[in-house]
């Protein structure tokens, strides 16, 4: 923290009240691609994420400084004139934020901000997510705007599909805005119910490994499998009153997936379905202290977004597969969009280093790819450091 402090006055000048706000990234436990299907969803909010240290400004200009695109040195805007700029990079997430602030009727000044962010770029545990709500928790901070939260995750998710461009699902800006240390958030993403689960693991870890395969075709792939589920549902809709496909039990389903007329989209579909009802179930048995049924339900999910859903891809499925060979995995699965990023596994701690050592020799034979590993620390939600000892 005082690294970034001095950052910021040696970048922007001393002067006046410097707060400072964490945002965290997200690993999503179970739960994959449902989010935009009106199913459910399980992520916990990671310990790392993206810092920012602002000062308010009394005129209307806005300055961003992230510490991670130096390069790119201090992008200034004026609060007038906030529209996607390609040169803008990194900063048309932070600029997205206070456009939809504004659309939404919120008044908000000028400000300095510097990030940082110790999230690995691209590996899909949500840094664009997470600088979003940090934009958000900061503004709404200065401003005294007293907005709620979830008001606020829908704000970063609005500003990411309309301001930025990518079609997401919400449950990247609720798991970085709502989460809580040590628990996993279950969202319904077609309500917005949401409740807290304790991860207790006993002598177990979570492990998210890093394929290092940068997610090239995520985007349009992704806006690919949006479309054929959309397409699914509609055919269903000619024949069942449902708003989406995760208000589908898997009997209902398959007594009517018939109706759905290219077998592609049908795949898709089934996987909606059945990941939705495997997530409900999931949830249940972590309840339940059943850890080994948690397990084999991640295994199994992999296998649903592997063959049906077909995001999985050479890399994740070489780590994955790995994994599963190895003594005490308990369960192991890719982790957000696909296409590459991480894979989350159940690890029992006796075995962490054997499972490192070896997944990571085994996939490198295969891929000529080295992975990362990380021990998951649940902590917090999006939020202003009050206390630089918070911090330290
Ligand atoms: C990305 C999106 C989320 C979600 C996941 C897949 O992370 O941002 O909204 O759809 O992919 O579960």
């Known amino acids: 923290m005082k690294t970034l402090y001095e950052q910021f006055q040696n970048v922007f000048g001393d002067g006046g009240e410097i707060k400072s706000f964490f945002s965290p990234g997200r690993v999503n436990l179970i739960g994959e691609h449902t989010d935009y299907n009106g199913g459910h969803v399980f992520p916990c909010s990671l310990s790392i994420g993206t810092y920012a240290i602002v000062r308010k400004r009394e005129d209307s200009l806005i300055r961003f400084y992230s510490m991670n695109f130096e390069e790119k040195g201090v992008i200034e805007v004026e609060l007038e004139n906030l529209t996607y700029e390609v040169e803008h990079d990194w900063a048309n997430y932070p600029k997205g934020v206070v456009s939809i602030f504004k659309q ?163 795949k898709r579909a089934r996987h909606a379905v059945s990941e939705n009802i495997r997530t409900i179930e999931a949830a249940k048995q972590l309840k339940a202290g059943d850890i080994e049924a948690f397990g084999q339900l991640m295994n199994e999910s992999h296998i649903s977004l592997r063959d049906d859903y077909e995001v999985t891809g050479d890399e994740l499925d070489a780590l994955v597969e790995a994994a599963w060979s190895e003594e005490g995995v308990i369960g192991s699965r890719m982790t957000g969009a696909g296409f590459g990023g991480c894979t989350i596994s159940i690890v029992e701690n006796q075995f962490l280093e054997s499972f490192r050592k070896n997944t990571a020799e085994v996939y490198k034979e295969k891929t000529g790819l080295s992975p990362e590993f990380y021990v998951v620390e649940i902590g917090n939600g999006a939020r202003e450091i009050k206390q630089l000892s918070e911090a330290l």
Request: glycine share 6%; net charge negative; hydrophobic share 40%.
């Open 104 to 266: 939404n009727g919120y008044r908000v000044t000028g400000f300095d901000v510097l990030y940082y962010g110790n999230i690995p770029n691209g590996a899909g545990l949500s840094s664009s997510a997470s600088i979003e709500l940090a934009t958000s928790v900061l503004l709404n901070e200065l401003n005294r705007l007293a907005v709620d939260m979830v008001e606020m995750v829908k704000m970063s998710q609005r500003a990411e599909n309309e301001f930025v461009g990518v079609n997401c699902g919400i449950m990247d800006q609720f798991a970085i805005g709502m989460g809580k240390e040590n628990a996993a958030v279950l969202l319904d993403c077609n309500t917005l119910d949401y409740s807290y689960s304790p991860v207790q693991l006993e002598n177990a870890s979570l492990v998210i490994a890093n394929t290092n395969k940068r997610r090239g075709l995520a985007d349009s792939k992704y806006n690919e499998r949006r479309a054929e589920c959309e397409r699914a549902l509609a055919q269903l809709q000619d024949h069942l009153d449902i708003q989406a496909l995760g208000d589908l039990t898997i009997e209902a389903f398959e007594a009517n997936e018939h109706h759905i007329t290219n077998p592609v989209d049908r």
